[in-house]
């Protein structure tokens, strides 16, 4: 057990390393580290109490609480699978230490188990994240008392404990097969890529039939409850949770018989598989022809694109912003006599051109395209020195290929929402330039954060792009400029009409001078520095 | 071609690592540079090459400096590390012409180029797949391709002969001494001394980031062998 635990301590303290910059004392990497888990416990428990508040105050009144916890495990169950299914690939088959950690005296299953407990260890925090709000409300919003039991929080935490033990084996099994689809097939990031659209699709429908779903619910509660057999499982955990403790023991067995055969059974076969999935074999068929030659800015940015729709993990991550404006500003063209009659029944309660910049902001705010981008180059990083490219222009080429990509996207969606919105020429001409203001603004305050909180030693560009300090605050820190503009439209609002626009268009504008100037004249020492 | 002047570097914490480092690589010659593991050669190469910063002193490549002209010395230059990472995202070829493009060379040119030294390498043929998929020995020559399509000025090579065949290796060889029949110069570090020894028409000596030796391969070896006199600076014999 020693030496499970020593293999176990390295792969979460990388997983724990993961999410602070690569330079800097150990105080400064302890204070990211904890910064960005704080950022990430805070979004998953608002999500998971905003949406358990919401099921709660539906299925309350009809007694069936329960289902609240079915749908939150199944959140937390999918959730979990979208956090560490490609993870896993990276993590716990395609290990930079594998070939280190195989040649020590330690079996292939006992190093396969610590590498899947790291695992565990990042759907355990989610499924806290998720199940504890859940409980938290199931405690104040139910009159049944259920809630006020000790025994309640026990049941609740087997079920925390008990649950990403199946989320890790089905992960496990989803990343191995992602593994060996990238090893054996011609086109492996095409197939990665219809995956994660067919899922983000998915995601997408539900988050837009959420609120009808509930209704339905509350109506047809019980006949929801028996639909949902072939969840079996989480049927049980939500009725265990509720007080069945030989359900929650069926539920525990569910989870715990499907990890240990993963465990051991992928464990038995880990040297086989890790060879199997890392032996790719150059093609030797290759007929040169005349090359074409271009200049040296075209080629920066080919091999920026070429990085970023060739790599699933940095394309759906930083560019979900982007496709859910151009698919927002979509479905408000299908959709616009519905939005306009809504409109209509606020009566001006709400004012549509800022309501539209918000939303409009906010997607551009979870795509962080350019913060990565310099973590990315990681060991990389020598090509660009060592080429006759000065750190100015290496910047702002990579500042430029966010701009390339979230420009056009913003002035899609901004003009489907004008014509949806009917907005007069002078707002949609506002919506436009304001939106486009902070589209430069978040690329450059992205390329700083990403020269600031640097994580050039990530083992895998899954470290870097979801998990990375750089990313985080390039997300989280635009959407608190968004809600100062937001304050400031109402402040001046009560002043005079026009200082309603005016002062949060001169927030942007002095928020996207100063990240420029400081870009222009500490950007490339700080390149240099890296 | 190449002038080190009493170049130093010194890592945050206070660890020198080259201390007063001066010498001169002309036009047409081969320079190793060799010394133990931690001597500083890296360090040089790497300060050499434009990648790292240095603290005291100057270098300067054909004229241009280092550190006020750092875009004009690298566009002469061509560096190949110890263990070349390449972007593996990228096919073979995407990365030739990637670099190609850097170093604004025209298509035909490039063409012939990358036929010449991709066939010389055996390496033609695997040029349409992923860097990923590349043996190490087939990265090493693919950096190696990338490094001759460039026709540099000076070549800055640590340990080129890791991870090669013998065949690629004899290669190699045969285009550095190409490369300064044209006029240019190659400055590189190596451990396997009786290459060093063969192939070099001057050599460095470094120990513990200070110059011990250099001068040319003849006279710094005279009756002896190079492995010798190595070892007798370096206080092993």
């Known amino acids: ?17 993961s999410s602070t910059n690569s330079q800097g004392g150990s105080r400064k990497r302890a204070a990211t580290g904890v910064g960005a888990m704080v950022l990430i416990a805070f979004l998953g428990l608002y999500m998971s109490g905003f949406y358990s508040s919401m099921l709660m105050h539906a299925l309350a009144p009809v007694h069936m ?6 749908f939150m495990g199944m959140g937390a169950l999918v959730g979990g699978l979208l956090f560490t299914a490609f993870a896993v690939k990276g993590v716990v088959f395609g290990g930079k230490d594998n070939d280190l950690l195989l040649s020590m005296p330690v079996s292939s299953t006992m190093l396969m188990a610590s590498r899947v407990s790291a695992i565990y260890l990042e759907n355990l925090l989610f499924a806290l994240f998720v199940l504890a709000p859940a409980g938290a409300v199931c405690t104040f919003m139910t009159q049944s008392g259920v809630g006020h039991s000790v025994l309640f929080w026990v049941r609740l935490a087997v079920a925390v404990f008990t649950l990403p033990l199946l989320d890790t084996a089905l992960s496990v099994l989803m990343g191995a097969l992602v593994a060996f689809l990238s090893a054996r097939v011609t086109r492996g990031v095409l197939g990665q890529n219809i995956v994660m659209a067919v899922y983000m699709a998915a995601v997408f429908w539900f988050a837009f039939n959420v609120n009808g779903m509930i209704e339905g619910l509350a109506a047809n509660a019980a006949g929801v409850k028996e639909s949902l057999s072939w969840a079996a499982p989480m049927l049980w955990m939500a009725d265990g949770i509720m007080g069945d403790w030989g359900l929650l023991l069926a539920f525990a067995a569910c989870c715990i018989v499907p990890f ?5 059974g992928l464990g038995r076969v880990y040297r086989q598989a890790v060879t199997a999935f890392a032996a790719r074999s150059a093609r030797n068929d290759y007929k040169l022809s005349a090359q074409s030659a271009s200049g040296q800015k075209k080629a920066l940015l080919a091999k920026e694109a070429k990085r970023f729709f060739g790599t699933p993990m940095y394309f759906w991550n930083a560019g979900i912003g982007l496709i859910m404006l151009v698919a927002m500003g979509a479905a408000a063209l299908v959709m616009q006599n519905d939005l306009r009659e809504f409109i209509g029944l606020l009566g001006g309660a709400l004012p549509v051109m800022p309501m539209a910049a918000l939303a409009m902001g906010f997607c551009l705010c979870t795509s962080a395209v350019a913060a990565p981008s310099i973590s990315l180059e990681g060991k990389y990083l020598w090509i660009l020195r060592e080429a006759p490219v000065d750190e100015r222009s290496l910047l702002w080429i990579k500042t430029g290929f966010e701009l390339l990509l979230s420009l056009p996207c913003t002035v899609i969606g901004g003009v489907c929402l004008i014509i949806a919105l009917q907005l007069t020429a002078p707002e949609g001409a506002l919506l436009i330039f304001s939106m486009a203001l902070f589209a430069g603004c978040h690329a450059a305050f992205g390329m700083l954060m990403g020269l600031t909180f640097p994580k050039l030693d990530a083992v895998n560009e899954t470290v870097v792009v979801k998990q990375s300090l750089a990313v985080m605050l390039d997300m989280f820190v635009p959407m608190g400029v968004l809600g100062l503009c937001a304050l400031l439209y109402w402040l001046g609002g009560r002043m005079a009409p026009a200082l309603a626009l005016a002062l949060p268009l001169a927030l942007l ?22 | 071609m190449l002038r080190i002047e009493h170049y130093s570097k010194t890592y945050p914490g206070g660890k020198k690592a080259v201390d007063d480092l001066t010498l001169h690589v002309r036009p047409g010659e081969i320079y190793g540079f060799i010394g133990h593991n931690g001597a500083g050669k890296t360090t040089t190469l790497r300060a050499v090459a434009g990648v790292m910063d240095f603290t005291e002193g100057t270098i300067t490549i054909d004229g241009h400096d280092v550190k006020k002209d750092p875009v004009g010395a690298k566009r002469v230059t061509a560096f190949l590390p110890d263990n070349p990472d390449l972007y593996e995202f990228m096919k073979g070829i995407d990365y030739l012409n990637f670099i190609a493009d850097l170093y604004d060379i025209p298509a035909e040119q490039r063409t012939k180029d990358i036929a010449k030294y991709g066939d010389a390498f055996e390496l033609t043929g695997n040029l349409g797949s992923p860097i990923g998929s590349y043996s190490h020995g087939m990265r090493q020559k693919l950096a190696l391709i990338s490094a001759f399509i460039r026709r540099p000025r000076l070549l800055i090579l640590d340990e080129p002969f890791v ?28 451990h396997v001394l009786e290459v060093a020894e063969k192939l070099c028409h001057q050599i460095a000596i470094i120990k513990d980031g200070r110059l011990v030796k250099c001068g040319p391969t003849d006279e710094l070896v005279g009756d002896s062998s190079l492995e010798d006199v190595f070892l007798e600076l370096e206080g092993d014999k």
């Open chain 1, 1 to 17: 057990m020693k030496k499970f635990f020593a293999l176990l301590k390295v792969s979460v303290k990388s997983m724990l390393l």
């Open chain 1, 509 to 530: 504008a002095v928020f996207t001078g100063v990240c420029v100037l400081i870009l222009v004249k500490k950007g490339p020492a700080m390149l240099k520095a890296l």
């Open chain 2, 163 to 190: 991870g090669l065949d013998p065949s690629a290796s004899h290669i190699m060889k045969g285009y550095l001494a190409d490369l300064c029949r044209g006029g240019s110069a190659v400055f590189f570090s190596t």
């Open chain 1, 260 to 264: 240990a055969l993963v465990v051991f």
């Open chain 1, 65 to 70: 609480e329960v289902l609240v916890f079915i």
